[in-house]
């Protein structure tokens, strides 16, 4: 097997972007349970800072009970 900077008989370049890219598969199958628990988590944090920023006075700026209702549905 070549190693990476190892000339080539004949020239030719030496790539090793199908083992890359399997790494990068393998991350991706490690990461996925990982992401799928804390967007909810954080998406939750958001949503608790949104309605309370959205609450009260200025009158101008108070959510009509539409948008409450989107909210908490």
């Known amino acids: 097997m070549d190693t990476p900077g190892?000339?080539?008989?004949?020239?030719g370049a030496f790539s090793n972007a199908d083992e890359i890219a399997a790494q990068l598969q393998a991350r991706a199958a490690r990461m996925l349970p990982s992401a799928v628990s804390v967007v909810p988590h954080y998406a939750m944090l958001l949503e608790t800072q949104i309605k309370a920023n959205a609450s009260g006075r200025p009158d101008p700026n108070a959510p009509t009970g539409d948008y409450r209702r989107v909210l908490d549905a």
């Open 6 to 11: 190892t000339p080539r008989p004949g020239g």
